[in-house]
């Protein structure tokens, strides 16, 4: 039996989040921008029920003005430019900060390396549109609950993977227990009636990470044992309890790939290839190409994923889809999607991608065994991704065509294309593994003699709480947190 300290959890205290003005908010009318049931709410009610015709201009398409559908868009990131990543992970923003020059990476501190910038706080009588709104504008991808303006305590938190809880309740492809679905459809009414839900409401169905705290003068030797254990984000606090940061998994791995120039103990580690390195998980939760939208998103609620490999028929990797991709979700007219292939959800990504960027991008999840560290620490970055999978060689399909296609390929409009059409889906290969952010900073740990814990303990707990599908609610008691020393 592991005996390792237990994960601390419990309220975390956060400075007062200073006025700002008041935020626009998802249109609460029948006619209005939220997803809404249109027939009484029932315990696992039929996508046909949500309304798909009336629909009204919302906030999610006047921050992004997203067209309907990748209608005649040809990608832009070329076969060429798919191998020349592959060939050279991305090493442009590397550089030696003079700061860091000269010191161990273990003696710099956390405060460091966070902003105050980064904590966004709402109220827990806050609704859920609210808290949406501050999601998409948070750049740490979490936001900090409290009970009131006037409070100084963080005791929960929200983001993609409770807005996607929340999406599978209001359209009814969440599975209650008995005692909740009263709950559960009042829920679905308020939304199918455009009433206001409160954040508090939906507390009992998020499934909620370890609220874990660091003082800001602890060194990285903690943050990173810590990190490298499964957990995904430290609120980094002041001397006096404030909240004054938020480090998460891919800041720290950003903070070793652009850093680590500055530290030769783990600059050696990049030429490393991942199969010597020994590293990586074999147990892999893949979704076909060809199923629905909804059953990824059910499938990562259901195993406390915040990602999935998306293959064809050959298990060639093809695409992936994470629960911030929840985001395109948060309109009436998004609803058809969730009934729409897997295929056509990454075409509609890519075509969004393209508009948000002045261009399209498509890029690459995965990697192989004989990648280097390098190699996938640099992707990681580059696509802002918390995993890589691991693929072998392009094997044939006894159902389907064999994946590679000779040349970069348009998506139809309103079509579900088959795998092999997107682009650089010719460039997978068979799913044979994934490695995570944790892994990365679990070798890092090791390295620098540190003792993490087993990522699989936090794998296997945060499964074991998503498929309990309610939670207690927060009013029962949390045990207070445990600063790491």
């Not at 998409?136 to 807005?163: P, Q, W």
């Not at 199918?192 to 499934?207: A, D, H, S, V």
Request: hydrophobic share 35%.
């Amino acid at each position: 039996m592991d005996s390792s300290p237990s994960v601390p959890e419990g309220p975390v205290k956060g400075n007062r989040d200073p006025a700002s003005p008041k935020q626009p908010t998802f249109d609460s009318s029948p006619t209005g921008g939220s997803i809404h049931v249109a027939a009484a709410p029932q315990r696992t009610p039929s996508l046909s029920n949500i309304s798909k015709s009336a629909h009204r201009q919302s906030f999610a398409e006047n921050l992004r003005n997203v067209p309907q559908s990748p209608r005649h868009r040809h990608p832009s990131f070329t076969q060429a430019a798919v191998q020349e990543l592959l060939n050279h992970p991305p090493s442009g923003q590397r550089h030696a900060n003079s700061k860091f020059a000269g010191r161990e990476w273990g003696e710099i501190t956390v405060g460091e390396l966070v902003s105050p910038d980064d904590v966004k706080w709402i109220d827990m009588d806050s609704s859920v549109e609210e808290a949406t709104m501050a999601l998409l504008k948070s750049k740490t991808n979490v936001v900090l609950l409290r009970e009131g303006d006037s409070d100084h305590t963080a005791i929960a938190t929200f983001d993609y993977s409770d807005l996607n809880a929340y999406l599978l309740v209001v359209v009814g492809l969440s599975k209650p227990e008995p005692q909740h679905i009263q709950l559960y459809n009042e829920i679905m009414l308020k939304a199918r009636e455009g009433n206001k839900i409160l954040l508090r409401q939906i507390q009992p169905f998020c499934k909620h990470e370890p609220l874990v705290g660091v003082p800001s003068n602890d060194n990285l030797f903690q943050a990173v044992e810590i990190l490298g254990g499964g957990i995904h984000r430290l609120l980094v606090t002041s001397s006096l309890g404030d909240v004054i940061g938020i480090m998460s998994q891919l800041r720290m791995v950003d903070f070793f790939w652009n850093e680590g120039v500055n530290f030769p103990s783990v600059d050696r580690l990049y030429p490393i290839l991942l199969r010597d390195l020994g590293i990586g998980v074999q147990q892999i939760i893949s979704v076909n190409s060809d199923a629905s939208l909804s059953n990824a998103l059910t499938l990562m609620n259901d195993e406390g994923l915040t990602s999935v490999a998306v293959v064809d028929n050959g298990q060639n990797v093809v695409g992936n889809i994470s629960t911030k991709d929840v985001r395109h979700l948060t309109t009436t007219s998004s609803a058809p999607l969730l009934s729409e292939s897997c295929m056509h959800f990454l075409s509609v990504i890519l075509n969004e991608r393209g508009v948000e960027k002045g261009r399209d991008a498509f890029p690459v999840f995965y990697v192989t065994p004989l990648s280097t560290l390098a190699h996938v620490v640099g992707k990681l970055t580059a696509t802002r991704s918390h995993r890589m999978w691991i693929v072998e060689p392009i094997s044939p399909s006894p159902s389907a065509p064999v994946t590679p296609m000779p040349g970069p390929q348009s998506v139809v409009s309103g079509s579900s294309a088959p795998a092999a059409a997107m682009p650089g889906a010719h460039l997978s290969g068979k799913l044979s593994g994934v490695i995570s952010l944790t892994d990365i900073l679990n070798t890092f740990a090791k390295f620098a003699g540190l003792h993490p814990t087993d990522p699989g303990e936090q794998r296997a707990r945060r499964r074991r709480s998503s498929s309990s599908s309610i939670r207690p609610s927060l009013d029962s008691s949390r045990p207070s947190i445990d600063f790491r020393r």
